[in-house]
């Protein structure tokens, strides 16, 4: 059993930056952050095999955020802040290693965390 824990959500204004970070209890293969605003469906934000091999971005963060993996925690550093970024963050994990097409896959995980807030005000 995973467990998951996420951290690093503040209220920032237009073109900040935030770490977020993700303390996992367990030795997942793939993780991944996800976020969802009101109203709108749970979407992928960044993923990757957490032996570094396999990383993906979706196209509205590409550079501007990047996800790494250290020890057991799953970070997500996000430059260039937009009001549309606004959303809870949630920190997400699988046991097996996923394929390149599937790390974005809210269904391809298991294990969630209970979200971080992220406001970006203009």
């Known amino acids: 059993q995973v467990q998951l824990v996420e951290s690093g959500g503040d209220s920032v204004q237009l073109g900040g930056s935030l770490r977020l970070s993700c303390v996992a209890r367990?030795?997942?293969?793939?993780m991944a952050w996800f976020r969802q605003a009101p109203g709108k469906e749970r979407e992928g934000v960044a993923a990757?095999?957490?032996?570094?091999?396999r990383t993906a971005y979706t196209d509205f963060v590409s550079g501007r955020f990047t996800i790494s993996h250290d020890a057991n925690t799953l970070h997500l550093l996000m430059n260039s802040l937009k009001p549309e970024d606004t959303a809870m963050y949630y920190c997400?994990?699988?046991?097996?290693?996923?394929?390149?097409?599937?790390?974005?896959?809210?269904?391809?995980?298991?294990?969630w965390g209970q979200g971080t807030q992220v406001t970006v005000s203009s």
């Open positions: 367990g030795y997942p293969e793939s």
């Open positions: 997400a994990a699988a046991a097996e290693w996923l394929p390149l097409s599937d790390l974005l896959r809210p269904s391809s995980y298991d294990h």
């Open positions: 990757m095999t957490t032996d570094g091999v």
